[in-house]
């Protein structure tokens, strides 16, 4: 079985300030790993996500995310944030795919609320 | 180009009733899954339809229900609503080949059982 564990539930921030948010899994077999992005009254957006290869990976609106397969961490970063990157931020990971005989379920963490402040 | 799309957006039910949720994929995409968002929860998956099939199932119980149609498009049903059931229901879909590994998510359907 697959978890994910985000150990802050909240995250105040001052604006240009960097910021990082937490995030630790748990699984017996290789993962995909995800970050994703929720605004108030809005579905999921994906901000980035790590398959394989180089283990610093870049998303969108200036983030990046570190895998660290010894440490099973996939923590996610931004050296200045904005007023507009307030929003509620979910690790995930995924099942290995339907190439590899199975569906693509997420298996969420319990959110990261990132609030920036001026 | 239309991204996910859900309906109701709101819907108010009573203990006891049933509730069906509708969700239009991506345009391209066949395989569509439901989550079910508790307030202040991360997303729960309840199940996955492919080919119109359920591929993967959560851990929910029977009362949830599901159908996949020729165009794709997907229900979520749910019987015998209990107040624990209130939540945000968001639909995902993807594509089974090229990048399986990408979901779009639908703005949610909030139901609130009283």
């Known amino acids: 079985a697959q978890s994910v564990t985000q150990l802050d539930s909240q995250v105040p921030v001052f604006e240009e300030a960097p910021v990082e948010l937490r995030c630790n899994y748990s699984?017996?077999?290789?993962?995909?790993l995800f970050w994703y992005v929720q605004y108030p009254n809005q579905g999921l957006q994906l901000l980035l996500k790590y398959l394989s290869g180089s283990t610093l990976v870049k998303g969108i609106n200036g983030f990046e995310a570190e895998f660290n397969k010894s440490q099973t961490s996939f923590h996610l970063r931004k050296p200045s944030v904005h007023i507009s990157d307030t929003a509620e931020y979910f690790c995930a990971v995924s099942d290995l795919g339907p190439l590899a005989g199975g569906g693509n379920k997420l298996t969420f963490g319990t959110g990261t609320q990132l609030k920036v402040e001026l | 180009d239309a991204g996910v799309t859900q309906s109701p957006t709101h819907l108010i039910k009573t203990r006891g009733q049933q509730v069906t949720l509708r969700c239009s994929p991506k345009?391209?995409?066949?395989?569509v899954s439901w989550y079910q968002q508790a307030l202040g929860q991360g997303p729960q998956f309840i199940f996955q339809?492919?080919?119109?099939?359920?591929?993967q199932r959560g851990n929910f119980p029977d009362r949830f229900s599901g159908h996949q149609f020729p165009n794709y498009s997907s229900e979520l049903n749910v019987n015998a609503l209990l107040l624990g059931d209130s939540a945000l229901y968001l639909c995902?879909?993807?594509?089974?080949?090229?990048?399986?590994?990408?979901?779009?998510f639908g703005p949610g359907t909030r139901l609130t059982v009283t």
């Open positions: 995902a879909s993807s594509q089974d080949r090229g990048r399986w590994y990408e979901q779009y």
């Open positions: 339809y492919y080919e119109e099939e359920e591929r």
């Open positions: 699984s017996s077999v290789s993962v995909y």
């Open positions: 345009s391209g995409h066949d395989t």
